[in-house]
């Protein structure tokens, strides 16, 4: 499915997106937040491409660990940690791999995700990123169970994540400062969850 160097591939793909899209990400943090989110993610991507010449030949797991801890130190608001914990429990999941199969993929996303779980003491339907997150692994668990190929799984993943972030509109946030605006906060898309979708189809586009 993949290997190192799709890997590090991948999260420098990532970083293009998210200063792409960094205006927009800011902006829906603005009703609900505080207008950092893209500006957060784009520093801390940002710092991950200064330091991926060093990730050349290091293993999938070593890569992941390092980045998520590059995110975790470079990113003030409350994604860094969270994406970074995410990263770096996915990077002990891949310890020592150089080449990843779907389960391995499966399996790392589980783990990621749960990392963010802990991390932000959070479910689902709170209307965070765990609402893009949670439902588009079980959308390729269930591709993947169904014998569909890896694109197709990682398709069906994108659609369900952008289903989710969609979603969160009709969520009244009870974490995160979006917790803060309460009901003023529905019919706003939650930035984090919308973050989660491009990441997840730059893995799509990249892999699939
Ligand atoms: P901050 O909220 O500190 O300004 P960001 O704006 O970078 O940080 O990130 C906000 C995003 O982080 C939210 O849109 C949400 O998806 C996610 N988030 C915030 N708190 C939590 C939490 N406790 N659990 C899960 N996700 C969270
Ligand atoms: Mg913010």
């Given at each position: 499915?993949?290997?190192?160097?799709?890997?590090?591939?991948?999260?420098?793909?990532?970083?293009?997106?998210?200063?792409?899209?960094?205006?927009?990400?800011?902006?829906?943090?603005?009703?609900?937040?505080?207008?950092?989110?893209?500006?957060?993610?784009?520093?801390?991507?940002?710092?991950?491409?200064?330091?991926?010449?060093?990730?050349?030949?290091?293993?999938?797991?070593?890569?992941?660990?390092?980045?998520?801890?590059?995110?975790?130190?470079?990113?003030?608001?409350?994604?860094?940690?969270?994406?970074?914990?995410?990263?770096?429990?996915?990077?002990?999941?891949?310890?020592?791999?150089?080449?990843?199969?779907?389960?391995?993929?499966?399996?790392?996303?589980?783990?990621?995700?749960?990392?963010?779980?802990?991390?932000?003491?959070?479910?689902?339907?709170?209307a965070?990123?765990?609402?893009?997150?949670?439902?588009?692994?079980?959308?390729?668990?269930?591709?993947?169970?169904?014998?569909?190929?890896?694109?197709?799984?990682?398709?069906?993943?994108?659609?369900?994540?952008?289903?989710?972030?969609?979603?969160t509109?009709?969520?009244?946030?009870?974490?995160?400062?979006?917790?803060?605006?309460?009901?003023?906060?529905?019919?706003?898309?939650d930035?984090g969850a919308?973050?989660?979708?491009?990441?997840?189809?730059?893995?799509?586009?990249?892999?699939?």
């Open positions: 499915m993949t290997d190192s160097n799709k890997v590090r591939e991948i999260l420098l793909a990532i970083g293009e997106k998210i200063q792409q899209q960094k205006d927009y990400l800011t902006e829906l943090d603005q009703p609900i937040g505080d207008s950092d989110h893209g500006i957060n993610l784009a520093r801390g991507f940002e710092a991950v491409k200064q330091k991926a010449p060093s990730m050349e030949g290091q293993d999938i797991g070593t890569i992941l660990k390092n980045a998520g801890m590059i995110l975790v130190s470079t990113v003030g608001g409350a994604s860094g940690p969270l994406y970074g914990s995410a990263l770096m429990k996915a990077g002990i999941a891949m310890a020592g791999k150089t080449e990843m199969g779907p389960e391995d993929f499966l399996h790392m996303m589980e783990v990621a995700i749960e990392a963010v779980k802990q991390r932000g003491k959070a479910i689902e339907g709170e965070t990123m765990l609402d893009a997150m949670s439902p588009s692994l079980r959308a390729m668990k269930t591709a993947y169970e169904e014998g569909k190929d890896i694109s197709a799984m990682l398709a069906e993943g994108v659609r369900a994540s952008w289903a989710g972030a969609e979603h509109k009709d969520l009244v946030a009870t974490k995160g400062r979006a917790s803060y605006v309460g009901e003023r906060g529905l019919g706003h898309q930035p919308t973050s989660y979708s491009y990441m997840l189809e730059v893995v799509a586009e990249v892999i699939g």
